[in-house]
């Protein structure tokens, strides 16, 4: 399952950025079963910005 998850997630970042795929599901789930406009910015907001802080630390060791 490992070797899996790795080729799917190659897959995924050549093709679309974590980042615009967290917010295309956020604005799917507004659209189509009624997230509020407000947890939609939030959850955006929070996915994003974890993973900005996280990507930074990373560069900062070398490791990404």
Do not use: C, P
Request: glycine share 14%; proline share 0%.
């Amino acid at each position: 399952m490992d070797e899996t998850k790795g080729k799917l997630d190659r897959l995924v970042e050549k093709m679309i950025s974590r980042k615009f795929l967290v917010w295309l599901t956020a604005t799917g789930l507004m659209a189509f079963y009624g997230l509020d406009s407000g947890d939609w910015v939030m959850l955006s907001a929070i996915y994003i910005g974890t993973q900005g802080v996280i990507d930074g630390l990373a560069k900062m060791k070398g490791v990404g």
